[in-house]
T-cell receptor, first 118, second 111 residues
Framework: NAGVTQTPKFRVLKTGQSMTLLCAQDMNHEYMYWYRQDPGMGLRLIHYSVGEGTTAKGEVPDGYNVSRLKKQNFLLGLESAAPSQTSVYFC?????????????????FGPGTRLLVL | GQQLNQSPQSMFIQEGEDVSMNCTSSSIFNTWLWYKQEPGEGPVLLIALYKAGELTSNGRLTAQFGITRKDSFLNISASIPSDVGIYFCAGRTSGTYKYIFGTGTRLKVLA
């Protein structure tokens, strides 16, 4: 059980280049999320998905696109990278269900992708 | 965008001391989550809270879901050097799948 994995771990792009970040989870979670983390800003939600084939915008979606073709994968795309997209990107998945007679939920994070846009 | 107010921003404490931090929100939350993040790693879930007034422990860590449902608290007892890291709170309001994160409390433990 690997949990949440992300590829690549680190990438350098030139302005205008495109790339796709891959997130995979093996916990059969319904919900998946992409966040970016910048110094002093905490974690900000880019896009999220509540199930296979569905996506929705988060707090900072501009410049990013996502797809969830399979339940276990959530892809984040940058069509034309900008220096402002230099950040650490985290994927997360969450589960909500009955446990011990009550609804419980959890959110687990991947190890992150460090992206530098020159 | 909306963010939680988390305090303090940073703490320097002596090994063995107890630590307290808190998060406050203008919104009512149904769920509070507390995470720890170490350098170069993703946040790791420490404690999840689901009910107002709930008190939950995980080893030396204890977290509480505030009665007003607009705040939460995390305490670490008898801190040790490996407690060093950034602690984040996160909350979710009813009817949404999105979590809002605090800006983090950076903890440093002096041996």
């Amino acid at each position: 059980n690997a949990g949440v994995t992300q590829t690549p771990k680190f990438r350098v792009l030139k302005t205008g280049q495109s790339m796709t970040l891959l997130c995979a989870q093996d916990m059969n979670h319904e919900y998946m999320y992409w966040y970016r983390q910048d110094p002093g800003m905490g974690l900000r939600l880019i896009h999220y998905s509540v199930g296979e084939g569905t996506t929705a915008k988060g707090e900072v979606p501009d410049g990013y696109n996502v797809s969830r073709l399979k339940k276990q994968n959530f892809l984040l795309g940058l069509e034309s990278a900008a220096p402002s997209q230099t950040s650490v990107y985290f994927c997360a998945s969450s589960y909500k269900g009955l446990a011990g007679g009550r609804i419980e939920e959890t959110q687990y994070f991947g190890p992150g992708t460090r992206l530098l846009v020159l | 965008g909306q963010q939680l107010n988390q305090s303090p921003q940073s703490m320097f404490i002596q090994e063995g001391e107890d630590v307290s931090m808190n998060c406050t929100s203008s919104s009512i939350f149904n769920t509070w989550l507390w995470y720890k993040q170490e350098p170069g790693e993703g946040p790791v879930l420490l404690i999840a809270l689901y009910k107002a007034g709930e008190l939950t422990s995980n080893g030396r860590l204890t977290a509480q879901f505030g009665i007003t449902r607009k705040d939460s608290f995390l305490n670490i007892s008898a801190s040790i050097p490996s407690d060093v890291g950034i602690y984040f709170c996160a909350g979710r309001t009813s009817g949404t799948y999105k979590y809002i994160f605090g800006t983090g409390t950076r903890l440093k433990v002096l041996a």
